[in-house]
């Protein structure tokens, strides 16, 4: 386990805990001050915060079957309720800084996919029916189980490929590599920028912070990541006051040099209260009824995939990032990780938000020195605080907060080094499942293929003993997740 540098010249003795809170938080333990974590739980929420804005826009921008629609500002609310609940829980008892928040890519499945199928009470309830199967997963040892079957080099990619990923979230979230407009009819699908050039506002923001930020890092400044997000939003704050840019949609119409998500003014109101009619509007019966039950087993299977092997990526990137893996390439606490993660998502669809899961933003707090729970105690609290000071969270534009993703990215990536290249039967597993994160925008695509190569390659070389037995099955699970689209297509 890695201890971080200390601070003032003073390293904690982990031999010696300070007080009780440090002992059951293993804050010297770990290496760690508690400056450190409330830095690191401060970084880890200005990357994530976005979500209290953006999953009410997904979620709401939806129908479900009776064409009926979800209330954005009950959304907003809820959505920072579920995750300052969840981010405190996984601090208090998997004691780990992961703070956890409404799914992307899980809620747009849930809007567009599952909802115009049932209601949204129905859809919501499919996410808490998936939720309880992974806890009872958890309880009986058999999510901890793969993830220990798992080989520790395909671990250390799963980390990398992560990195990769979160960086080209990054990018494409400051709006730095935009899809090409014509891409149907060119070889080229993404480009930089408008038009291949740099020469929008939220451009300059991005790159000015990025690079602030980079030498910080270089230079050793201790909280470079989090001074690089609130200095970038400084400089937002006064371009937009200066040049009045806007969002990138006015009246429905694309504005390609406006502010990506958030535009950065400074509120006319701090305080608003929150409205929390969702919680509780969910049904766990109707939807089998109404949309069949080999429908509804397909979703839940999806929505089961994704959310299991999601986690496990993203315990192990940040674990990796913060030196918190054994040499097996297990973090401290797994099985209560995983627990709380599965809480998580039954949560999540019980208060309407889809399904929570754990965020590899929170990697950024862990570049800042976040090694335990109490992190999670001040990513959480925050969220508490955003159902209230909704109009102050959105203040911090994607420019800004994307600087911090694309540096983490890069400190993620140098554990490329640890996987031996030379040995192909690995080697061509880890390479899939780093590349196929970021190019297909999935971590458990990644997850999938480097899985399923890696069964292939040792069972081909005769290796078949060297095979975990769980790995074969989930490698078939795997085959029948990339076939869903032609599965259903004979059954549905």
Do not use: C
């Amino acid at each position: 386990m890695a201890v971080a540098p200390p601070e003032n010249g003073t390293p904690p003795d982990p031999a010696h805990p300070r007080n009780g809170f440090d002992r059951f938080f293993e804050i010297s333990a770990r290496g760690s001050t508690l400056s450190r974590e409330v830095r690191g739980g401060l970084a880890t929420f200005f990357t994530m915060a976005y979500i209290v804005v953006l999953n009410p826009l997904i979620l709401g921008g939806a129908v479900d079957g009776d064409g009926k629609t979800l209330p954005i500002p009950a959304l907003a609310a809820a959505t920072a309720l579920v995750a300052g609940l969840m981010t405190i829980l996984m601090g208090v008892v998997g004691r780990f800084p992961l703070a956890l928040a409404a799914g992307l890519g899980v809620n747009a499945l849930v809007a567009y996919e599952i909802a115009p199928e049932m209601t949204w009470a129905d859809a919501m309830g499919l996410v808490v029916i998936e939720g309880v199967i992974i806890a009872v997963l958890v309880l009986t040892g058999l999510r901890t189980a793969v993830f220990r079957s798992v080989p520790t080099q395909l671990k250390t990619a799963i980390g990398v490929g992560i990195g990769l990923f979160l960086t080209i979230i990054g990018l494409v979230d400051a709006g730095f590599v935009r899809r090409v407009p014509d891409a149907a009819n060119t070889t080229v699908p993404v480009g930089l920028g408008i038009g291949g050039k740099l020469v929008s506002w939220p451009l300059l923001v991005f790159v000015v912070g990025l690079l602030i930020t980079l030498v910080l890092v270089v230079r050793r400044v201790k909280g470079a990541i989090l001074i690089g997000i609130l200095a970038s939003t400084v400089l937002a704050v006064i371009v937009e006051a200066v040049g009045n840019i806007g969002p990138s949609f006015v009246d429905g119409k694309p504005n390609p040099k406006g502010w990506a998500l958030n535009v950065p003014e400074l509120p006319k109101t701090i305080v608003d209260l929150p409205d929390l009619s969702l919680l509780g509007k969910f049904n766990v019966l109707d939807s089998w009824g109404r949309a069949g039950w080999v429908v509804v087993l397909m979703f839940i299977f999806t929505l089961l995939i994704t959310d299991f092997f999601d986690t496990m990526g993203t315990m192990v990137a940040v674990g990796q990032e913060g030196g918190l893996l054994d040499e097996k390439g297990t973090p401290p606490k797994a099985k209560e990780i995983l627990l709380v993660d599965s809480i998580a998502a039954a949560a999540g669809g019980a208060a309407s938000t889809s399904s929570n899961t754990s965020y590899i933003e929170s990697a950024a707090g862990v570049a800042e020195g976040a090694r335990t729970g109490v992190a999670n105690l001040v990513t959480g609290v925050l969220f508490l605080l955003a159902m209230f000071l909704a109009p102050l969270v959105v203040v911090v534009p994607f420019e800004a907060a994307s600087t911090a993703l694309v540096v983490v990215g890069f400190l993620m990536m140098t554990a490329v080094r640890t996987i031996d290249w030379s040995d192909y039967e690995i080697a061509i597993p880890a390479f899939l499942t780093i590349v196929l994160m970021p190019f297909t925008y999935s971590i458990s695509n990644g997850i999938g293929a480097g899985l399923i190569t890696f069964v292939v390659v040792k069972v081909a070389r005769g290796k078949a003993r060297e095979v975990h037995p769980l790995l074969y099955g989930v490698a078939a699970l795997f085959v029948l997740y990339f076939l869903r689209g032609p599965i259903e297509s004979v059954v549905l």
